[in-house]
């Protein structure tokens, strides 16, 4: 970013976040809440502690949780606080370091499955220098890493520059620049990317590029230089279609990071699956152990073939969400459209996000589809080889275990037959010597004269 010099003043300066949180899964549809739904109003207490609000803001967690649980189902644009008529929770606090009177409002709302919060900042009646901007964004308190709002975010800043003859581009760089002197944050800091006109004055278009919805720093400087403009702003008929394009396009940045993390996973699983492939050719040649190795493969390659076809599905249900967001985008783009005065607007640049960013998501995804599909057969015809080479070894080991039981069982029904006739004839001989040695014959003598035979 340019680092124009922090001169010219600036009257009523209003700094708005516009936060987004999904409350419900946007996939499956789910009526239950996701878990930290609430972190939004959670993010509006710890602000009001920060900030020391009066009165605090303790409570308002607590109040929108109940007024959450009465309302479960799905409406497109549902005001959640309601109390004494009041659709705003307002506060006061003052600034620091320059001690300013500062107002402020908290406005939130339910679009669909996305919980919206609108947390303003003004310094009325007053006229401040542009380096003064930062007490709207005390210590980079409403920076993305310090919401951390799933979707992503968008700051807007509305204010009327004072006696300035200069060129509005150089000031809305310079406002931008002021957001961030207080804030000792390290972030990649936003850059000019679009400008046009809305209800007649110009509008900047900031960014960071960053992928990360808690890193993306989306900002937009909208100078009052048209007499009209305020009373158009005043009246808001322009909000419900500015903050629900910007809920879309939040939408469909997230959608895509979350496409671009599941691509990167199932990228790394695809090269485990190269791996094996690699190390099929270099089977081991012993059965049992080529056995033992393609065993252990069966039981691991389909658990990562099941996990790589889900983050396939995933990017699959991503890919229609982003459709059908970029179809609501263009919507309310034409609903803004038609709230802005026609004839000297130019809204152009928030076309551009369809026609140029969008496309290119669009078309990654396709080409990441297309790379992964791939993927998926390999892991199928993989598992299919591998199954089919363990049936043909273990038939074989079988096959030979049968034949080895076979030729056991004639080894031994032989060595039964040859030492049954062993024993017998081990028995007439042992029989026939019993007799021989009962009563052995000695030759004659005059003590013993020749007996009889017997």
Same mark, same amino acid.
């Given at each position: 970013?340019n680092?124009p010099?922090?001169?010219?003043? !600036? @009257? ?9 949180h999904?409350?419900?899964?946007l /996939?499956?549809?789910?009526?239950q809440p996701v ?10 207490a710890?602000?009001?502690?920060l900030?020391?609000?009066?009165p605090q803001?303790?409570s308002?967690p607590?109040?929108? %949780?109940?007024s959450n ?10 005001e ?8 705003f ?10 001690k300013?009177s500062?107002?402020?409002e908290?406005y ?7 919980y919206a919060?609108?947390?303003?900042l ?7 220098e542009?380096n003064?901007? %930062?007490?709207l964004n ?8 310090e919401i ?5 975010q968008?700051l ?9 003859a200069g060129?509005?581009?150089?000031? @809305?760089?310079?406002?931008?620049? @002021?957001l961030?002197?207080d ?6 800091k936003?850059y000019?990317?679009?400008?046009g006109k809305?209800?007649? %004055?110009?509008?900047f278009?900031f960014?960071? %590029?960053?992928?990360?919805?808690k890193?993306k720093?989306?900002?937009l *400087? ?9 009373e158009?702003?005043e ?20 959608? $895509? ?10 990228r790394k ?5 190269e791996?094996?492939? @690699? ?5 081991k ?5 080529r056995?033992e190795q !393609? ?10 073939g099941?996990?790589y /076809?889900?983050y396939?599905?995933d990017?699959e249900?991503?890919q ?5 967001n970029?179809a609501?985008y263009?919507?309310w783009?034409?609903?803004l ?5 026609q004839?000297?607007?130019?809204l152009d ?13 669009q078309?990654?995804?396709? *080409?990441n589809?297309? $790379? ?9 015809q ?5 199954r ?8 074989k ?5 049968e034949?080895?039981?076979?030729e056991?069982d004639?080894?031994?029904?032989i060595?039964? /037959? ?8 081990a ?14 014959w000695?030759?004659p003598?005059f003590?013993?004269?020749?007996p !009889?035979?017997?």
């Amino acid at each position: 970013m340019n680092n124009p010099e922090l001169t010219g003043k !600036l @009257a009523n300066p209003k700094l708005t976040l516009f936060a987004f949180h999904l409350c419900k899964n946007l /996939a499956k549809g789910d009526k239950q809440p996701v878990d930290n739904s609430d972190h939004l109003w959670q993010k509006c207490a710890a602000l009001g502690y920060l900030l020391q609000t009066n009165p605090q803001l303790d409570s308002l967690p607590e109040k929108l %949780s109940n007024s959450n649980s009465q309302n479960s189902q799905q409406i497109d644009y549902l005001e959640l606080y309601q109390s004494d008529g009041d659709r705003f929770v307002s506060f006061t606090t003052v600034s620091q370091p320059d001690k300013l009177s500062l107002e402020g409002e908290i406005y939130p709302l339910q679009l669909h499955d996305t919980y919206a919060l609108d947390f303003t900042l003004r310094s009325p009646n007053l006229t401040l220098e542009i380096n003064q901007l %930062s007490n709207l964004n005390f210590q980079g308190c409403l920076l993305p890493c310090e919401i951390e709002a799933s979707l992503g975010q968008t700051l807007l800043l509305f204010a009327k520059p004072v006696d300035f003859a200069g060129n509005y581009q150089n000031l @809305a760089v310079a406002c931008v620049e @002021a957001l961030f002197l207080d804030s000792q944050i390290e972030q990649p800091k936003p850059y000019l990317i679009g400008e046009g006109k809305l209800l007649g %004055s110009p509008i900047f278009e900031f960014d960071n %590029s960053q992928e990360d919805p808690k890193l993306k720093c989306h900002i937009l *400087v909208w100078l009052d230089t048209d007499e009209k403009t305020s009373e158009i702003e005043e009246l808001g008929s322009y909000y419900p279609p500015l903050i629900n394009l910007l809920c879309c396009r939040s939408k469909i940045l997230y959608v $895509y990071y979350k496409a671009h993390r599941c691509n990167e996973e199932a990228r790394k699983l695809y090269s485990q699956l190269e791996e094996k492939v @690699a190390e099929f050719s270099h089977l081991k040649s012993d059965r049992e152990q080529r056995l033992e190795q !393609l065993e252990g493969w069966l039981a691991e390659l389909p658990q990562i073939g099941l996990t790589y /076809a889900r983050y396939l599905r995933d990017i699959e249900l991503h890919q229609t969400t982003i459709e059908t967001n970029i179809a609501n985008y263009s919507y309310w783009l034409k609903k803004l459209g038609n709230c802005s005065a026609q004839h000297i607007d130019n809204l152009d640049f928030l076309q551009q996000f369809v026609d140029g960013s969008c496309q290119i998501f669009q078309k990654q995804i396709k *080409v990441n589809m297309s $790379y992964l599909t791939a993927g998926k057969e390999l892991f199928q015809q993989m598992i299919e080889t591998i199954r089919g080479i363990v049936e043909v070894d273990a038939q074989k080991q079988q096959v030979e275990y049968e034949q080895n039981e076979r030729e056991g069982d004639r080894n031994l029904q032989i060595t039964v /037959a040859v030492v049954g006739v062993g024993i017998g004839v081990a028995g007439v001989v042992s029989s026939s010597y019993t007799l021989a040695v009962d009563k052995p014959w000695a030759p004659p003598s005059f003590q013993y004269p020749l007996p !009889l035979h017997p």
